[in-house]
C-alpha cells in the first residue's frame, strides 16, 4: 500500500472552514497548499483526509505530512491520525512547519488498523497563535517495509534570515579569510547532496575603482570559496549611488555524508571600498540522489 493525498482532492480531502488557497511559499506538494490563520487556541478549521484504498492486509502503517515551511508557520501544527477510519482519532502529533517544508515527515507508525480499512489524517488550526498560519498540503501512507526500503524522511530546507553589514566590518580581499556574513546548517539523514543557494545586493559608494566580492563555501576560514559573485566596483565618483548596486544570486552544490553540515556566506572588499552587502536568500537544500 502506498497511497499520497493532496489538499486540493476533494475525492480524499473533506474541507471545514476558511482557508486561503496559496503557492506564495515554495516546496509544496501538488498544484497548491491551504494556509487557515490560527485562533490561539480553539480548533475553527480542518481538512481531514481519508485513504481511498483499504488496508492490504495486517502489519505496521506509516503516516506522513509534507508542508510547505516559513517563519510564518506555526511550531505547533497538530496531526490527528484514525488508524481505522471509523470516526474516532487514535493519536496527535505536533509539528514544527517552520522548518523541513517540501519533504515527507514521518508523524508516526501503527499495526492498529485491519484489511479494509481506510485511515484518516486530520490537519487543523488547534492551538495555533493568532499571528501564524497553519499548512494543510501533501499527505503520505505507506506500509513500514516500503517505507524502510525507499522513503527517507528528508530535511529538506532551510535558511539563513534576511540581513546585511555594511563593508566597515567586511575585511580586505587579501586577508587570509575572508568575512563570514551568515550561515545555514543543514542535518542529512543519509548521504547525498546539498544545494547552497545565495542571492542579494552589493553596493560600493565611496571611492572610484573599489570594489567587494560575494561567495559561498562550506569552511568558516580561508579566502577561497566555491561559488563566487562577480566584482562589485565604483566606476566613478559621478555616478549615482543606486548605479553602483548590483544584484547577486550564486549557487554550489556539495556532496554530503550523513550528519550536519555548515555552509557559510563570505564577503571581502577592496582597502577603501565603502557601502553594504545585502542578502534576501542564503538556503540549503538536501536531495538524496542526483536526478
Known sequence: MLVEMDNDDTAVANVSGDWIISTKN???YGDNYFAAQGVGGAQTRTVTYQSPSEYENDGTYCFYASWSDGPGRPTNARYRIDFDGNGTFDTSVTVN???NGGEWRRLTCS??????????VEVSNYGVATDKFVVADGIRITREDVDRNGLIDEPGLDWAEKGEVNLSAVGQCDNPSWTNLTSVTITAPASGYVLVEAAGIASNTVASGQHSRVGIDDSSTGKSVESLAPIFEKISAETASYANEGRYAIRNVYTASAGSHTYYLKGCKSEFAGG????????????PTRY
Open 26 to 28: 515554495l516546496l509544496y
Open 276 to 287: 553594504r552587502i545585502l542578502w534576501d536568500d542564503f538556503t540549503a537544500i538536501f536531495f
Open 111 to 120: 499495526s492498529a488498523g485491519s484489511p479494509g480499512d481506510r485511515p484518516k
Open 97 to 99: 512547519q517552520t522548518k
